[in-house]
């Protein structure tokens, strides 16, 4: 049985970073593992907007790419780590939305919410990064500050609305994770 764990934040505030940690960890304790992301470049190559240009049918195609994503990795691993969960792409949307002065219909707005509030259960844990302007952007990275933080800022707006309690991306609480996916993977073969 695979264990899921959403990694969301705006771009080049660590996510990558603390990926490859927490794979080091889960491979030295002898788990699977794999991660999910870089959905949004595929979605743009479909056609669809992403950043400023976000819209309902970009925010959808990406949250049910990644839940195709995850559900396909969670066969062969026993962790997967997803690079910008179901919430994120709210996150970006609400950016979106507010850079560009526009909104959702009550619709959309509920079908996105709802669908992330059904799938967020399936992550074990939830962790969201956060802004240091003093990092640098990273390579090929959007570099409008302004959105870059704003997006910080909905995303935590999103794990409010939908009471996610977001841990911090620290070496101990990889650690802690590890340990609590392999107690339940030794009490689920026993």
């Known amino acids: 049985m695979a264990h899921y764990i959403g990694i969301a934040g705006t771009h080049s505030t660590g996510k990558t970073t603390f990926t490859q940690l927490l794979t080091e960890k889960a491979l030295e304790a002898g788990l699977t593992v794999t991660r999910v992301g870089d959905i949004a470049t595929e979605c743009q190559k479909e056609g ?16 049910t790419a990644v839940i195709n994503a995850e559900l396909k990795a969670g066969l062969r691993h026993d ?12 996150g ?16 959309d707005r509920e079908y ?16 969201k990064t956060v802004l240091d302007d003093n990092i640098a952007l990273g390579p090929n990275r959007d570099e409008d500050r302004e ?9 935590s707006q999103v794990h409010n609305e939908l009471d996610i309690n977001a ?7 990889a650690t802690l994770l590890v340990g609590k996916i392999s107690r339940s993977l030794s009490r689920a073969s026993d």
């Open 79 to 90: 962790l997967v780590i997803v690079d910008r969960p179901v919430q994120d792409a709210l």
């Open 92 to 107: 970006y949307l609400e950016a979106a939305l507010s850079s560009t002065d526009r909104q959702l219909s009550s619709c």
């Open 48 to 63: 669809f907007g992403i950043l400023k240009n976000h819209t309902f049918e970009s925010t959808l195609w990406i949250m």
């Open 147 to 155: 959105f870059r933080t704003l997006v910080d800022r909905t995303i």
């Open 112 to 127: 996105l919410y709802g669908l992330a509030r059904l799938h967020l259960p399936r992550y074990i844990a939830n962790f």
């Open 167 to 173: 841990l911090q991306l620290t070496d101990e609480e």
